[in-house]
């Protein structure tokens, strides 16, 4: 509790690491305090996560979040398990690299999956080939990448330091890059090659060459150029959380299906289809199509999903509403 000797201070900081109730925060000086969350949030989406810019008031020993600045991005997934809820994973990233492992030969359909939800946060998108030491075929990979999936490809080697400059040039100008990939990809051997020094502990690979998931909290670093860094946890199944992430990564096929003859179609029957017209010329591969189908589907299923949520929660709403209604009438005897 605060006295009235106490001075009450205000100031705007970042979230540099997020737990339940409370999170650290960076000010301007560059140093960190724990506060507690004092923002009511009706969605989980809206509690203030790493990258996020917010107002602290402090008083006394009290330090308290009050308010989360609006958000320019924000990088979010499905929760694991085929829940429709959505979870924050950073705000306000300006660029997301799609960090990939050249120690197995990529799957296409994998990091076209990595683009939809990278693409989908509003920030500018690199998929960041690494491991290339252990590679020989690395430039064909990014060829190959390029090509198919249209995506700016950086080829590097935590090991060997090769593109390590590339990829910082990333974090230039203040700008804050955040990494994801799934478990294992070198995310945080990457990060720990950009920063300098050990900021994150990798976790070995298993002998079956999946990798083991690690459980080292992700904290937003804060580069000596001004630019900002972090380390997204592994995903393994990641959902696809959003059309407008998949309208951005299949550019290519969503043009073409703009020009179909009908304005509904569905790109398997129709006349003056225009997919179906790439797909037979072969400017479009079936691989792509069928991926593009794929995650069509899935989000679809989870749009379908969240409005079945809200309009529970709305039918619970108006139950509780009825019973207070009746409760009252009854209180004064009607
Ligand atoms: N040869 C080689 N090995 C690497 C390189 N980068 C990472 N590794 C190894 O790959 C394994 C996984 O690397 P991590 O950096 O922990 O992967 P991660 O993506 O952070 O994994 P999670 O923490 O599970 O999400 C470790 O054994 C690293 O030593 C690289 O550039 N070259
Ligand atoms: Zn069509």
Redesign the pocket.
């Known amino acids: 509790m605060s006295t009235s000797s106490e001075t009450t201070t205000a100031w705007t900081g970042r979230v540099v690491r997020g737990d339940r109730g409370s999170v650290r925060v960076v000010d301007g000086d560059g140093g960190v305090t724990t506060a507690r969350v004092a923002v009511a949030v009706s969605d989980p989406l809206d509690a203030p996560c790493v990258g996020d810019w917010v107002s602290v008031v402090q008083t006394g020993d009290d330090v308290a979040v009050v308010a989360v600045l609006p958000r320019r991005t924000l990088l979010e997934r499905a929760e694991p398990g085929g829940s429709s809820r959505h979870q924050p994973l950073a705000a306000n990233v300006d660029v997301v690299a799609v960090?990939v492992?050249l120690?197995q030969m990529p799957s296409l359909e994998k990091v076209e999956r990595l683009l939809v939800v990278a693409w989908s946060s509003g920030a500018a998108v690199h998929v960041v080939l690494?491991?290339?030491?252990?590679a020989s075929d690395a430039a064909d990979v990014a060829d190959d990448i390029t090509g198919q999936l249209g995506a700016a490809v950086i080829v590097?080697?935590?090991?060997?330091g090769e593109g390590i400059p590339e990829v910082a040039a990333l974090a230039a100008d203040g700008a804050t890059l955040a990494l994801v990939?799934?478990?294992?990809?070198?995310?945080?051997?990457?990060m720990n090659a950009i920063v300098g020094d050990e900021v994150?502990a990798?976790?070995?690979?298993r002998s079956d060459g999946r990798?083991?998931?690690?459980t080292?909290r992700r904290e937003l670093v804060a580069l000596p150029g001004g630019g900002w860094i972090i380390?997204t946890?592994?995903l393994r199944g990641v959902g696809v959380t959003a059309s407008d992430g998949l309208a951005s990564a299949f550019a290519d096929v969503e043009s073409l299906a703009r020009s179909c003859r009908f304005a509904d179609c569905t790109h398997e029957v129709e006349p003056g289809c225009a997919v179906r017209a790439a797909l037979d010329s072969g400017s479009l591969t079936l691989r792509r199509y069928e991926s593009w189908r794929t995650l069509q589907r899935e989000a679809l299923w989870l749009e379908r999903r969240t409005d079945s949520r809200l309009a529970a929660e709305q039918n619970r709403q108006v139950r509780r509403t009825t019973r207070e209604q009746r409760r009252f009438r009854r209180a004064r005897g009607h």
């Open positions: 960090v492992g120690d690494t491991k290339a030491d252990l590097c080697s935590a090991t060997t990939g799934s478990s294992g990809a070198g995310k945080s051997s990457l994150v990798t976790s070995a690979i990798g083991r998931h690690t080292v380390d946890p592994g």
